[in-house]
């Protein structure tokens, strides 16, 4: 099983440009959520899915779009990118809501916003 | 003031040695508790999880819990340089009207010398 599998492993972008990180899980992970880890800061929910067609917002949404059209996979779009957006991103499953902090991560997308 | 408190460190340590790590906390409703490793550039695995109060052994690992000092402790008994990696607490109060919300620390780096 690859578990849960992140691409790209890096991205530079410049200010205003759009990008989509991908996200995958081949447990049949119920929940699936995205984070972003900075320096000091702990890591952060960005939004959550729990299940196929249902999203909600974390806490730090703005500037994120997310959606969950299938049960394996959890796309994080940056709409318009700024360099507050430049960050360590973590997508992140577990097998159901009830033991949503048995969390298994992916390895992560280091973005750098210019 | 953040609602979960972490040394940062660098903590630095003989093999061999025992290791404690420690975390504090505000939210008197937090009931589940976790201890995340995250070896570098790599995403965070997760080690012990415990309910409530108490004890929880897991080979060298030992997850300790004090509800009533809101403290948390990881031990590590005959640490190895193979635990050299940023250890993260977190803790939720689970509400099941929604996701779990779990906060993490921001994470101690611990460094085993051989």
């Not at chain 1, 699936?32 to 959550?48: K, N, V």
């Amino acid at each position: 099983n690859a578990g849960v599998t992140q691409t790209p492993k890096f991205q530079v972008l410049k200010t205003g440009q759009s990008m989509t990180l991908q996200c995958a899980q081949d447990m049949n992970h119920e929940y699936m959520s995205w984070y972003r880890q900075d320096p000091g800061m702990g890591l952060r929910l960005i939004h959550y899915s729990v299940g196929a067609g249902i999203t909600d917002q974390g806490e730090v949404p703005n500037g994120y779009n997310v959606s969950r059209s299938t049960t394996e996979d959890f796309p994080l779009r940056l709409l318009s990118a700024a360099p507050s957006q430049t960050s360590v991103y973590f997508c992140a499953s577990s097998y159901s809501v009830r033991e949503g902090e048995k969390l298994f991560f992916g390895s992560g997308t280091q973005l750098s916003v210019l | 003031q953040k609602e979960v408190e972490q040394d940062p460190g660098p903590l630095s340590v003989p093999e061999g040695a025992i290791v404690s790590l420690n975390c504090t906390y505000s939210n008197s409703a937090f009931q589940y508790f976790m201890w995340y490793r995250q070896y570098s550039r790599k995403g965070p695995e997760l080690l012990m999880y415990t309910y409530s109060s108490g004890n929880k052994e897991d080979g060298r690992f030992t997850a300790q819990v004090d509800k009533s000092s809101k403290y948390i402790s990881l031990f590590i008994r005959d640490s190895q340089p193979s635990d050299s990696a940023t250890y993260l607490c977190a803790m939720s109060a689970r509400f099941y009207s929604s996701a779990s919300k779990i906060i993490f620390g921001s994470g101690t780096r611990l460094s085993i010398r051989p």
